[in-house]
């Protein structure tokens, strides 16, 4: 890598399709990011399957950030392989084999390892493998709080507190305080959509104060907080936080270091939809977007792009042409009116109202997602801003 980068490679010169990524959005997002949840009091362990970069994951930590959230114990080894030191998995390890792989990975002494668990069936899975396999040390467990049609998570406090009794008469189990993910309980900014953000997170606030007596003295997370409503975690958490400096109050946002152009642009506090009144400083910017080649016209309103569902995310809403080039490297012109109306695997439908397209042309796409965006990608090339032609830098995924 270091050697194609030595040649001075121009975004020009890739195939299309491609999704590319701009390093001075992704380091104002990481800044913007920092200095947000420092000015709060609130720590930072993104989420780190947003990308599967390694280095993002490093650019995340040079700037603040205590870990990595991860969702799956394969991921944890990815990470680990990498040198990961510090890791909040925002799931139960119920796998006997996985749990083996714990154990042992738990004699590095400097491993700061949490999970997640939401039943006592689950605790006493974890327990019997953890002796079995004969752990160092016990395993730190977040009691995960749920709420009725959400995701996983006891579903009512009483609930959370049995298995945090469990979790904490255990000698391979240690209870690490209380985690959660409010994303699941709404999908936009509306009026009740929030307050169900806000009610869960009250009751998330009150599991912690009914676990004090089982704490002991070591740390103690409570975390929550997906891409879409850490203004209302942060709101909610604030509050308890004046009487309780001990815990790690902690976010797992993991989609604002490239933001995108679509359900977070929607969604986030931090775009400039929601932020409209703070300086251009205080704003999330995209940081990633699609490049696709018009391969056919057959009708007037119609052009065929040669980038589809493998090459870009459709799950939160289609591309969205933004403008359109003779290459990637000439005078980009915006592209109004135009939209793609449907895609197949390696096709995008181009609907077109008064601009016209030419065959070879290259269409820029505003991308929604970016967690199914990387998944995609073994490398992501990097320029240092949007049109530049020069690549920076090729980020590598391990999906």
Sequence with gaps: MNEFLASGPKLSEFWTPLVALDESAIKSNLDLMSQWCSSRGLKLMPHGKTTMAPELWQQQLDAGSIGITLATMGQVRTARTFG?????????????????????????????????????????I????????????????????????????ARTVTDAVEVARHAAASDVIRLAGVA??????????????????????????????SLRELYDEGEIYVTAGGSAYFDVVAEVYGAAMADDSRTLWTLRSGAYITHDDGFYRRISPL???????????????????????????????????????????????????RQVSHELDSQWRQLDGASILAMNDQHSYLGLTDQDVGIGQVVSLGLSHPCTTFDKWHYLPMVASRHSDHVVGLVRTFF
């Design 84 to 124: 990961l030191e510090s890791i909040m998995l925002a799931n139960a390890v119920v796998d006997e084999r996985s749990l083996r792989y714990l154990a042992t990975e738990l004699a590095d002494p400097e491993f700061r390892f949490t999970c997640w668990a939401d039943s006592v069936e689950a605790i006493k």
């Design 126 to 153: 974890m327990e019997r493998a953890l002796r079995t396999a004969g752990t160092p040390r016990p395993v730190d467990v977040c009691i995960e709080l749920g709420a009725p049609g959400g995701r996983t998570g």
């Design 180 to 209: 959660g993910y409010e994303g699941s309980l709404g999908h936009d900014r509306s009026a009740v959509a929030l307050d169900n953000v806000r009610s869960y997170l009250q009751q998330q606030v009150q599991l912690h104060e």
């Design 271 to 321: 775009d400039e939809g929601m932020a409209e009144n703070h300086p251009a400083s205080e704003k999330l910017r995209p940081a990633m977007w699609g490049l696709a080649r018009v391969v056919s016209h057959p009708e007037p309103r119609l052009a065929l792009v040669d980038g589809g569902k493998r090459d870009f995310p459709f799950d939160e809403g289609l591309p969205i042409p």
